[in-house]
Nanobody, 128 residues
Framework: QVQLVESGGGLVQPGGSLRLSCAVSRATFQNYAIGWFRQTPGKEREGVACIVIADARSFYTDSVRGRFTVSRDNASNTVYLQMNSLKAEDTAVYYC?????????????????????WGRGTQVTVSS
């Protein structure tokens, strides 16, 4: 089983930036993607961004495209989510999760159904 630990959340003013980290315990995870998800009370968990580890292709939901950037550091088994121009509606608990990539060249899905292992989340609050 893979363990994931998120960090980097906190309180930030609208328009500000945060960088979240997801530390992954698996020594090699080349056949995986890492997805970032977020959830607010009473709502379903939604996919925000994901990155295919093997080739660093990234995908975003429409509401964050152009503001968020997902990246990975294979040497440290860490995936990052750089969040810029934050808005109040970005407030949520952010989670990272693994998704197995079965076919080379496949996209990651941004769906919870295909995610396997999850971290415990980190709170992001955007407020003045």
């Amino acid at each position: 089983q893979v363990q994931l630990v998120e960090s980097g959340g906190g309180l930030v003013q609208p328009g500000g930036s945060l960088r979240l980290s997801c530390a992954v315990s698996r020594a090699t995870f080349q056949n995986y993607a890492i997805g970032w998800f977020r959830q607010t009370p009473g709502k379903e968990r939604e996919g925000v961004a994901c990155i295919v580890i093997a080739d660093a292709r990234s995908f975003y939901t429409d509401s964050v495209r152009g503001r968020f950037t997902v990246s990975r550091d294979n040497a440290s088994n860490t995936v990052y989510l750089q969040m810029n121009s934050l808005k109040a509606e970005d407030t949520a608990v952010y989670y990272c999760a693994t998704e197995r990539i079965w076919m080379p060249g496949s996209k990651c899905s941004l769906t919870t159904q295909r995610s396997e292992d999850w971290g415990r989340g980190t709170q992001v609050t955007v407020s003045s």
